[in-house]
C-alpha cells in the first residue's frame, strides 16, 4: 500500500513564507511521479494550483511555486494572504504495474 | 471554458451499487486527455479512484478495484462510475476532473454527495 504523507497542519503569518512538503512510502519523490498541488477551502470542490512539479495553471497566483527539495515535492507559498487559508493536497503518479494516482493526506494551512 | 457536472442519485442502500455520470462541456471526451473520478469522505481527505480515456481504456485504485466500473460515451460526451457492494464507508463527495499531461487533474466538477444508508 502505497502512502503519501503530507504536514497534518501548518500556521504562517499573513506576509510570511511557508512550505509544505510531499514524500512517498515509496522512496524520494522525482518528477516522474508529475506532483502536483491542489487548494481547498471549505465546502467547496479541489483547485488545482500546480502540476508536473512546479507548472502553474493561468488561474495561479504568482506566490505558489512547486519543487523538489531534499526527496519530496514542495510548495511554497511567498508573501502568504488570508485568503490563502485551506487544506492543500499533493497527488503523485505511480506508473509501472498499478498506473494510478494517490493523493496526500493533506495540509491544514492556518493564516494567523 | 471546460465545465463537468456530477449527477446521480444521492442516497443509495447498503449494499447497492452507486451510479454517477460526469458531464463534460467545453472539451471533447474523445480528445488526448484522461478523465478521472475523486471521492472525499465528510471531514477527511481526497481518494483518487480511477481514471478512463475515451478508446475505453482504464487505471482503478487498487482497493477499489474489485467494485469500480469507470465506462465513457462518447455520443453524449460523458464517462461514469458505477461502484458496488457499497457501505457506509463509502459516503462521499464525489468528483470528476479532467487529466491533462502532466496534470491529476485541471478542471473539476463541483462534487456531489452520494449517501449510504437504508
Known amino acids: 500500500q502505497t502512502v503519501v504523507t503530507q504536514e497534518p497542519s501548518l500556521t504562517v503569518s499573513p506576509g510570511g513564507t511557508v512550505t509544505l512538503t510531499c514524500a512517498s512510502s515509496?522512496?524520494?519523490?522525482?518528477?516522474?511521479?508529475?506532483p502536483n498541488w491542489l487548494q481547498q477551502k471549505p465546502g467547496q470542490a479541489p483547485r488545482s494550483l500546480i502540476y508536473s512539479t512546479s507548472n502553474k495553471y493561468s488561474w495561479t497566483p504568482a506566490r505558489f511555486s512547486g519543487s523538489l527539495l531534499g526527496g519530496k515535492a514542495a510548495l511554497t507559498l511567498s508573501g502568504v494572504q488570508p485568503e490563502d487559508e485551506a487544506d492543500y493536497y499533493c497527488?503523485?503518479?505511480?506508473?509501472?504495474?498499478?498506473?494510478?494516482?494517490?493523493f496526500g493526506g493533506g495540509t491544514k494551512l492556518t493564516v494567523l | 471554458q471546460v465545465q463537468l457536472q456530477e449527477s446521480g442519485p444521492g442516497l443509495v442502500k447498503p449494499s447497492g451499487t452507486l451510479s454517477l455520470t460526469c458531464a463534460v462541456s467545453g472539451d471533447s471526451i474523445s480528445s488526448s486527455n484522461w478523465w478521472s473520478w475523486v471521492r472525499q469522505p465528510p471531514g477527511k481527505g481526497l481518494e483518487w479512484i480511477g481514471e478512463i480515456y475515451y478508446s475505453g481504456s482504464t487505471n482503478y485504485n487498487p482497493s477499489l478495484k474489485s467494485r469500480v466500473t469507470i465506462s465513457v460515451d462518447t455520443s453524449k460526451n460523458q464517462f461514469s462510475l458505477k461502484l458496488s457492494s457499497v457501505t457506509a464507508a463509502d459516503t462521499a463527495v464525489y468528483y470528476c476532473?479532467?487529466?491533462?499531461?502532466?496534470?491529476?487533474?485541471?478542471?473539476w466538477g463541483q462534487g456531489t454527495l452520494v449517501t449510504v444508508s437504508s
Open positions: 515509496t522512496g524520494a519523490v522525482t518528477s516522474g511521479y508529475y
Open positions: 497527488l503523485l503518479y505511480y506508473g509501472g504495474a498499478h498506473l494510478t494516482w494517490v
Open positions: 476532473a479532467r487529466e491533462v499531461s502532466g496534470s491529476g487533474g485541471d478542471y
